[in-house]
T-cell receptor
Framework: DAGVIQSPRHEVTEMGQEVTLRCKPISGHDYLFWYRQTMMRGLELLIYFNNNVPIDDSGMPEDRFSAKMPNASFSTLKIQPSEPRDSAVYFC???????????FGPGTRLTVT | GIQVEQSPPDLILQEGANSTLRCNFS?????LQWFHQNPWGQLINLFY???GTKQNGRLSATTVATERYSLLYISSSQTTDSGVYFC????????????FGTGTQLKVEL
């Protein structure tokens, strides 16, 4: 079975541009998570969905960040406008049910110049 | 306060040596996972272990939930074990959120 799929794997953009990161969870998983990894803050949860509904977005840093899950097999994380401090690796993860094992995608390395 | 604390922060081993990594956590957990982040940045699931003991080859893990700690054992280490090991926990009543520790950076030398 395919694992969590993320695209693009690398993204380089200029400050002020819109960035869209994409994720396809493992088929049959009801939970989808977006995490961000930086040297300063480590790995932190941004938002998670259950059955396509956002449950907790308290980790989203500011209004420039938005996430959607239009169906069970696709989610996007959008940054508009992007800033250099948004440079990080963004991971998507999925799991079958609450409290159960989460599986991570390969991540998207974002660089904002 | 610190919710997930890992030790040691850094570790250098000679190939073939054994090691124990520790994860202390606050609050009761409904999820405890160990990950290995390889040099290419990928997070690889090692164990899902909210309680008890599991083994997978040269790796094993034990979580004592009542005392709020988990241990990861690496035996006969190999250079491919190098990377960062993360412990992450989800709390009972905390939805499905994982909080990560700061990791243990492991380097295995020949």
């Amino acid at each position: 079975d395919a694992g969590v799929i993320q695209s693009p794997r690398h993204e380089v953009t200029e400050m002020g541009q819109e960035v869209t990161l994409r994720c396809k969870p493992i088929s049959g998983h009801d939970y989808l998570f977006w995490y961000r990894q930086t040297m300063m803050r480590g790995l932190e949860l941004l938002i998670y969905f259950n059955n396509n509904v956002p449950i907790d977005d308290s980790g989203m840093p500011e209004d420039r960040f938005s996430a959607k899950m239009p169906n069970a097999s696709f989610s996007t994380l959008k940054i508009q406008p992007s800033e250099p401090r948004d440079s990080a690796v963004y991971f998507c993860a999925s799991s079958t049910r609450q409290g159960y094992e989460q599986y991570f995608g390969p991540g998207t390395r974002l660089t904002v110049t | 306060g610190i919710q997930v604390e890992q030790s040691p922060p850094d570790l250098i081993l000679q190939e073939g040596a054994n090691s124990t990594l520790r994860c202390n956590f606050s609050d009761s957990v409904n999820n405890l996972q160990w990950f290995h982040q390889n040099p290419w940045g990928q997070l690889i699931n090692l164990f899902y272990i909210p309680s008890g003991t599991k083994q997978n080859g040269r790796l094993s893990a034990t979580t004592v939930a009542t005392e709020r700690y988990s241990l990861l054992y690496i035996s006969s280490s190999q250079t491919t074990d190098s990377g960062v090991y993360f412990c992450a926990r989800g709390v009972t009543g905390g939805g499905n959120k994982l909080t990560f520790g700061t990791g243990t950076q492991l380097k295995v030398e020949l």
